[in-house]
């Protein structure tokens, strides 16, 4: 099986910046993309950034030059460093591994979720 643990959420004011983290651990052999997805209440849940096993990269809209995704493909790991931040960055963010082959296959995987919040 498969683990996404996500790390370094938290309370922030606006224009206060956070840092996230996603390990994904278990026998993995690789994992095509990986990726931060937001839900904020009573809305869907949106692609924030992604990054693919050769580091190229795709962002929202609303975090471009202010949000930073990067990954350690050695350890499994992903991270978002956000800066700028907006309450309406304000949101639960889920860490996604696309493509994840294993022993057992492969298929896609989701964090459980860490929360953030911007005061204004």
């Known amino acids: 099986q498969v683990q996404l643990v996500e790390s370094g959420g938290g309370l922030v004011q606006a224009g206060g910046s956070l840092r996230l983290s996603c390990a994904a651990s278990?026998?993995?052999?690789?994992?095509?993309?990986m990726g931060w997805y937001r839900q904020a209440p009573g809305k869907q849940r949106e692609l924030v950034a992604r990054?693919?096993?050769?580091?190229?990269?795709n962002y929202a809209d609303s975090v471009k030059g202010r949000f930073n995704i990067s990954r350690d493909n050695a350890k499994n790991t992903v991270y978002l460093q956000m800066n700028s931040l907006k309450p309406e960055d304000t949101a639960v963010y889920y860490c996604?591994?696309?493509?994840?082959?294993?022993?057992?296959?492969?298929?896609?995987?989701w964090g459980q979720g860490t929360q953030v919040t911007v005061s204004s």
């Open positions: 996604n591994s696309e493509r994840t082959t294993t022993a057992w296959g492969t298929r896609g995987y």
């Open positions: 990054i693919t096993s050769t580091r190229n990269t």
């Open positions: 278990g026998s993995i052999f690789s994992i095509n993309a």
